[in-house]
C-alpha cells in the first residue's frame, strides 16, 4: 500500500475542514445538490468521452495509485547478473530450469524467448511492442484522470451559474441573497477541490509510477539482449548501471558481480 498516497489525500482533506470549522460552520459547505452537479457531470462527461469499458477500468487503474508494490531496480539488476552467470554456467538453454523462480512476467519471457533461440533482433522488437502497448495502457489512465481534473472545476462553475441564476430571480427578497450566493459559490468550491486534491494528483502518481515501470521494463529489455549475447556478468551490470541514478549504484553488489563473473 502507498502511505505517501493516502497520506497526501488525508492531510488535504483535513486542512480543509479544519480551516473550515476555525472560519465557521461546516455544515454550510455541505450541499447535495452542489455535489450531484459536479460529481454526475464529471462522470457523466467522461462515460461521453471515452467508451463504457475503459471508463470501468479505472477501478484497476485507481488500484495502482493505492496498492501498486514498488519496485527496486538494485535489485532487478542483481537478479539479472545472478540469472546471467547461471547461463554462462550451466548454457542459456538450461536457463530454462530457473524461469520457474522469476516473478516477473516480462522478464521470465524475455528470458523464455532467448532460451528458445530467437534472434536478437526479434527479440528486441517483441519485447519493445510490448513495452509500447502497456506504456500507451498507463498513458490511458492518467488521460482519464486529467480530464476528469478538467471537467470537475467546469461542472462547478456550471454550478455557479445555475445558483447565480436561481439568486436573481429572488431578488425581491433580499434575506435569500445571501444563503443563495452562498450555495452557489459552494459547487464551484467542490469542483476545484476534486480536481486539485483527487483527480489531478492521481493522474500525477500514475505518471510517476509508470515512469518506473517503464526504467524496469528497459532495465529488463537490455539485460535479456545481454544475457543472450552470452556477456560476462560484471559487464553486464555495468552497462545496466547507467539506468541509476549515482545514489543507487553504490549499492550494486560488486562482490556477487565479481563471483558471478569468475564462475561464468
Given at each position: 500500500m502507498d502511505i505517501s498516497t493516502i497520506l497526501g489525500i488525508v492531510a488535504g482533506i483535513g486542512c480543509v475542514v479544519v480551516s473550515i470549522m476555525l472560519g465557521g460552520d461546516i455544515f454550510g459547505f455541505i450541499n447535495i445538490p452542489s455535489l450531484m452537479i459536479v460529481a454526475g457531470g464529471t462522470i457523466a462527461a467522461t462515460l461521453i468521452n471515452y467508451p463504457l469499458p475503459k471508463v470501468l477500468s479505472v477501478f484497476g487503474v485507481l488500484k495502482n495509485a493505492f496498492f501498486a508494490k514498488e519496485r527496486s531496480p538494485v535489485e532487478l539488476i542483481n537478479l539479472i547478473v545472478e540469472l546471467a552467470g547461471k547461463a554462462r554456467r550451466e548454457g542459456l538453454i538450461n536457463l530454462e530450469n530457473a524461469l520457474g523462480d522469476v516473478e516477473d512476467d516480462f522478464l521470465r519471457r524475455g528470458l523464455q524467448l532467448a532460451a528458445d533461440?530467437?534472434?536478437?533482433?526479434?527479440?528486441?522488437?517483441?519485447?519493445?511492442?510490448?513495452?509500447?502497448?502497456?506504456?500507451?495502457?498507463?498513458?490511458?489512465?492518467?488521460?482519464?484522470?486529467?480530464?476528469?481534473?478538467?471537467?470537475?472545476?467546469?461542472?462547478?462553475?456550471?454550478?455557479?451559474?445555475?445558483?447565480?441564476?436561481?439568486?436573481?430571480?429572488?431578488?425581491?427578497?433580499?434575506?435569500?441573497?445571501?444563503?443563495?450566493?452562498?450555495?452557489?459559490?459552494?459547487?464551484?468550491?467542490?469542483?476545484?477541490?476534486?480536481?486539485?486534491?483527487?483527480?489531478?494528483?492521481?493522474?500525477?502518481?500514475?505518471?510517476?509510477?509508470?515512469?518506473?515501470?517503464?526504467?524496469?521494463?528497459?532495465?529488463?529489455l537490455e539485460g535479456v539482449l545481454l544475457i543472450q549475447a552470452g556477456d560476462n556478468p560484471r559487464m553486464i551490470a555495468e552497462n545496466l548501471k547507467v539506468f541509476l541514478p549515482p545514489k543507487l549504484r553504490a549499492q550494486l553488489g560488486g562482490d556477487t558481480y565479481a563471483q558471478a563473473g569468475q564462475e561464468g
Amino acid at each position: 500500500m502507498d502511505i505517501s498516497t493516502i497520506l497526501g489525500i488525508v492531510a488535504g482533506i483535513g486542512c480543509v475542514v479544519v480551516s473550515i470549522m476555525l472560519g465557521g460552520d461546516i455544515f454550510g459547505f455541505i450541499n447535495i445538490p452542489s455535489l450531484m452537479i459536479v460529481a454526475g457531470g464529471t462522470i457523466a462527461a467522461t462515460l461521453i468521452n471515452y467508451p463504457l469499458p475503459k471508463v470501468l477500468s479505472v477501478f484497476g487503474v485507481l488500484k495502482n495509485a493505492f496498492f501498486a508494490k514498488e519496485r527496486s531496480p538494485v535489485e532487478l539488476i542483481n537478479l539479472i547478473v545472478e540469472l546471467a552467470g547461471k547461463a554462462r554456467r550451466e548454457g542459456l538453454i538450461n536457463l530454462e530450469n530457473a524461469l520457474g523462480d522469476v516473478e516477473d512476467d516480462f522478464l521470465r519471457r524475455g528470458l523464455q524467448l532467448a532460451a528458445d533461440g530467437v534472434d536478437p533482433k526479434i527479440l528486441r522488437n517483441i519485447m519493445e511492442t510490448e513495452l509500447d502497448y502497456q506504456r500507451e495502457r498507463h498513458e490511458f489512465g492518467q488521460e482519464l484522470f486529467k480530464a476528469m481534473g478538467k471537467y470537475a472545476p467546469a461542472f462547478g462553475m456550471i454550478g455557479t451559474l445555475i445558483g447565480l441564476i436561481q439568486m436573481l430571480r429572488n431578488l425581491d427578497d433580499p434575506t435569500k441573497i445571501g444563503p443563495s450566493m452562498a450555495v452557489a459559490l459552494v459547487t464551484t468550491f467542490y469542483g476545484a477541490l476534486f480536481a486539485n486534491l483527487i483527480f489531478l494528483p492521481i493522474a500525477g502518481k500514475l505518471k510517476t509510477r509508470s515512469d518506473e515501470e517503464m526504467l524496469c521494463r528497459r532495465i529488463i529489455l537490455e539485460g535479456v539482449l545481454l544475457i543472450q549475447a552470452g556477456d560476462n556478468p560484471r559487464m553486464i551490470a555495468e552497462n545496466l548501471k547507467v539506468f541509476l541514478p549515482p545514489k543507487l549504484r553504490a549499492q550494486l553488489g560488486g562482490d556477487t558481480y565479481a563471483q558471478a563473473g569468475q564462475e561464468g
